[in-house]
Structures are given as structure tokens and as C-alpha cells.
């Protein structure tokens, strides 16, 4: 019988684009290979985290199902200047879905990276609570405020580093495996929606709450128009820095993923998104898994 290769995974941000994680995931395993390390940052944390907690499937269920007025409830919103939402209520939310561990009590290898805005810096977080880390990692400058984790302000790991791979450099795995969901703009790329007649349901919430801005603050009247060109320009950032890393820092196989497949806030195209990543592992990694 062959022995399965043992896998370390990067996960990237891009927000709805993390999706595609889990995807990749059911194809690695599908496939004969044993994730024994994950890193991840922002979505990838998250995605990560919980198939590190053993959940995955139960939180695929949960996201492919939810609807706009589920996910409008989950934003609780903050009434602080740096940031939209708090994040608290999306993740007691999970943490009631999949549980909660110490990230030293998983069966995998863990790290979640974040960013503390002060210093600059890079936190990698591999102990503690596993939803300190992901809130941590996923809080998205302007959208999340920042959360206060050992006494600090930090923020989304991808503003610094979108594609973690540097912590994996202890690993004693077969290969290391990257995802990068901030790669070049491919023409022509399309993602329908499940629901087709509906709009984004993150962006359909911050409509609504920008709306609410514009009736009392007239001059917030292209709230909607600078929100998309902040998300597009993140992208574009985050593309930027993540080619230098995979530069810098090689694993043996990347997956890109097209930046201009989604927007960050389309998680109402879930199904379509996790189908996209198990195709693109099955297009990029077979012919890898034949040779083996």
C-alpha cells in the first residue's frame, strides 16, 4: 500500500475567495495526501482552523446553506471609526458550530497569521484559543475593527504577508502546498451565483448599513462606490505582496486562484467557489499525484 504524502498547506486571503480552500482540501484528501501542518491568514485561518478542529464538513454545511438574513444578523455593528463590525457574533457563531480548542490541542499543526498595525509586524499565532487566532487573522481593516489579543491591536494577517509560508519552514512534511487567492486576473473568468436574483449577502449588509450612513451624513453619498474601490484595491495590494513571497519563498506547488473570480464579500457563491477549488486542485495537482 502507498505510504500517503504528508502535506503542509498554505492557505491565502481573499476573503469569499477562501471557499476554494475547502475544495482543495476534499481533493488533497481524495487524493492520498495527509495534511499533518496548516498555515493560514485571514479566510485561510479560518478555513484552516476549523478542518484543523476536525469540522469542515459541518461548517461547509452551515455555508452553503446560510441566507441574507442569517449572515445580516451576524453583523453586529460597531459604533467605533475603525471598523464596520465587531466580528464577535460571526465568531461565537462558529465557535457554537464546530467548538473550541487550544490551538496546541489539535491533531494538526496550526498557525494563523496576523498583523500588528502598530509595530508593523507579523504575529504568528500557533498557541492559545483557535478562535483568538482566527478573529485575529480575519479582521479586514475598515470592515472588522481590530482585535485585541494579548493586549495588542492586531489586524488581517494579508496585510502583510497574504500567502504564509515562511512558518512552515519547521515542517517535516513531503511537500508544501500554497494557495494563493490574490493571483493575476485571468479574462473572462465567471462565477455564477447560486442565487442568481440575489446580491452579495455581505455586500448586500453593508449596503444597507451604508444607506442608513447616507440618510444621516449626505455627504457619505458614494459610500458604496469608495467601499468597492478600497476591496479592489486591497486585492490588487495583497496580489502585489503575495508574488513576492512565492518569489522569496518557493513551495514545491502553488494554486493560483484569479482575484477577479469574486469579489472579497461574495459568500453567497459558495458552492460554485469550493467547486472551483476542487477543480482547480484536480487541474493542477493529478498530474503531480500520477508521477508520484
Known amino acids: 500500500m502507498r505510504r500517503k504524502k504528508t502535506v503542509s498547506l498554505v492557505l491565502g486571503s481573499g476573503g469569499a ?91 494538526i499543526s496550526f498557525t ?20 483568538d487566532a482566527i478573529h485575529a487573522s480575519i479582521s479586514l481593516p475598515l470592515f472588522f475593527t481590530p482585535f485585541k489579543f494579548n493586549g495588542v491591536d492586531l489586524v488581517d494577517g494579508g496585510i502583510l504577508n497574504p500567502v504564509p509560508i515562511a512558518p512552515t519552514f519547521s515542517d517535516h512534511t513531503d511537500i508544501t502546498i500554497a ?32 444607506g442608513k450612513i447616507k440618510s444621516s451624513f449626505p455627504r457619505a453619498k458614494n459610500g458604496m462606490k469608495a467601499r468597492n474601490i478600497v476591496l479592489q484595491s486591497f486585492d490588487a495590494m495583497q496580489g ?13 506547488h502553488v494554486l493560483e486562484i484569479p482575484r477577479n473570480l469574486c469579489m472579497i464579500l461574495d459568500f453567497d457563491k459558495a458552492a460554485a467557489l469550493i467547486q472551483y477549488g476542487y477543480d482547480k486542485a484536480d487541474t493542477l495537482l493529478q498530474p503531480v499525484f500520477k508521477k508520484a
Open 17 to 107: 475567495r477562501g471557499l476554494a480552500h475547502i475544495g482543495i482540501i476534499h481533493w488533497l484528501e481524495e487524493n492520498g495526501y495527509e495534511i499533518q501542518s496548516i498555515t493560514g491568514c485571514s479566510m485561510g485561518a479560518l478555513v484552516g482552523g476549523i478542518y484543523a478542529i476536525g469540522k469542515l464538513d459541518e461548517f461547509e454545511e452551515w455555508v452553503r446553506a446560510i441566507t441574507l438574513p442569517n449572515m445580516i444578523s451576524l453583523l453586529d455593528f460597531a459604533m467605533e471609526s475603525n471598523g464596520l463590525f465587531k466580528g464577535n457574533k460571526i465568531i461565537d457563531t462558529l465557535k457554537g458550530l464546530v467548538g473550541e480548542k487550544l490551538i496546541e490541542e489539535l491533531d
Open 240 to 252: 502585489t505582496i503575495a508574488r513576492q513571497k512565492i518569489a522569496a519563498y518557493p513551495p514545491d
Open 112 to 131: 494563523a497569521v496576523a498583523t500588528n498595525i502598530e509595530s508593523a509586524k507579523e504575529v504568528w499565532i500557533d498557541e492559545g484559543p483557535l478562535f
Open 179 to 210: 494557495v494563493n487567492l490574490c493571483g493575476k486576473p485571468e479574462k473572462d473568468v465567471t462565477l455564477p451565483s447560486e442565487k442568481e436574483d440575489e446580491s452579495s449577502i455581505l455586500s448586500s449588509a453593508i449596503s444597507d448599513f451604508t
